[in-house]
């Protein structure tokens, strides 16, 4: 069962580590719109929830399958009443 989608952007860096605690990269892709763009921390860039899923659902399986992804600080900057830039240590 995927995780519940956030309403609140500050929100979703703890639903990223719930996806990533699943072990199943399609929660993590559930969280994206069908034609997101995101960019791995090794700068890999994937469009669409398929391609999002694919590579994290290997990792997680993987060399990631011990890992565990605690989001630490947060900010939001709303950008206007549908978008917001969400960084997250």
Same mark, same amino acid.
């Given at each position: 069962? #995927? #995780? =519940? /989608? *956030?309403? !609140? *952007?500050?929100?979703? *860096? $703890? ?6 605690? +699943?072990?199943? &990269?399609?929660? /993590? #892709? ?12 090794? &700068?890999?860039?994937?469009? &669409?929830?398929?391609? /999002?899923?694919? =590579?994290?659902?290997? $990792? %997680?399986? +993987?060399?990631? $399958?011990?890992?565990? %992804?605690? *989001? &630490?600080?947060? !900010?939001?900057? @709303? @950008?206007? =009443? ?8």
């Amino acid at each position: 069962m #995927a #995780a =519940p /989608i *956030p309403t !609140e *952007p500050q929100d979703f *860096p $703890a639903a990223f580590a719930r996806a990533w605690a +699943s072990r199943e &990269g399609a929660q /993590i #892709a559930a969280l994206f719109t069908e034609d997101a763009d995101f960019v791995n921390v090794t &700068g890999l860039w994937w469009t &669409g929830r398929d391609a /999002i899923a694919k =590579p994290h659902d290997y $990792a %997680l399986k +993987s060399f990631f $399958a011990d890992t565990e %992804l605690r *989001p &630490g600080r947060i !900010e939001t900057r @709303l @950008l206007g =009443p549908d978008h917001a830039v969400v960084r997250c240590r």
